[in-house]
């Protein structure tokens, strides 16, 4: 079964600290990554794709890797702030060609 | 303004009753998807639509239909076949069927009592 593990579940840290969110899938062969950032009550905002072919894709302050071999990505975010406390959400796109989802990380940046 | 429109925000039904969530984009997108979110659980596709007048069901179809009439609209009936239909529900489309980023709704939250 294809599952997607997003490890822990939640996470809190001082503001100014570089971070990283676990995101670990059973099937190497994965057509591409996708990161969201969901707060509280509303919907998924998109955050960076990854293509398999892809090693790592960076916006701003946020970069992410995808590792095939280790069946891991993660998402590294720099010099955090109060504003980026939400949920992440990790969600790959398997041979099933429909996405699945983490149950996601919930992040709080403490000012 | 491009972007993905759900409505209502909140949604309130008595048990037994079918109740349709409307979602509308204007990015031009081919496909849409439902998915519904439980508390601290990720998203479950419900239904997937890769073109008009085409649909799919994905892993938790049962108790719910849609129609895709037109591309802009996707809208989803929670029918009382529908064993536990409280939940937080999302649309999301993309340009494509496979392999596009996604993109969401905000959501519309749906109480059954």
């Not at chain 1, 503001?15 to 969901?38: H, K, M, P």
């Not at chain 1, 790592?56 to 406390?85: C, F, H, V």
């Not at chain 2, 008595?14 to 659980?41: F, I």
Request: net charge neutral.
């Amino acid at each position: 079964k294809q599952e997607v593990t997003q490890i822990p579940a939640a996470l809190s840290v001082p503001e100014g600290e570089n971070l990283v969110l676990n995101c670990s899938f059973t099937d190497s062969a994965i057509y591409n990554l996708q990161w969201f950032r969901q707060d509280p009550g509303k919907g998924l905002t998109s955050l960076l794709l990854i293509q398999s072919s892809q090693r790592e894709q960076t916006s701003g302050r946020l970069n992410a890797s995808l590792d095939k071999s280790s069946g891991r990505s993660t998402l590294y975010i720099a010099a955090s702030q109060p504003g980026d406390s939400a949920t992440y959400l990790c969600a790959a796109l398997f041979s099933a060609r429909q996405l699945t989802f983490g149950s996601g990380t919930q992040l709080t940046v403490l000012p | 303004d491009g972007g993905i429109t759900q409505s209502p925000k909140y949604l309130f039904r008595k048990e037994g009753q079918n109740v349709t969530l409307s979602c509308e984009q204007n990015l031009n997108h081919d496909a849409m998807y439902w998915y519904r979110q439980d508390p601290g659980q990720g998203l479950r596709l419900i239904y997937y639509s890769q073109i008009v007048n085409d649909f799919q069901k994905g892993d938790i179809a049962e108790g719910y239909s849609v129609s895709r009439e037109k591309k802009e609209s996707f809208p989803l009936t929670v029918t009382s076949a529908q064993k536990n239909p409280t939940a937080f529900y999302l649309c999301a489309s993309s340009i494509g069927a496979v392999g596009y980023e996604q993109y969401f709704g905000p959501g519309t939250r749906l109480t059954v009592t």
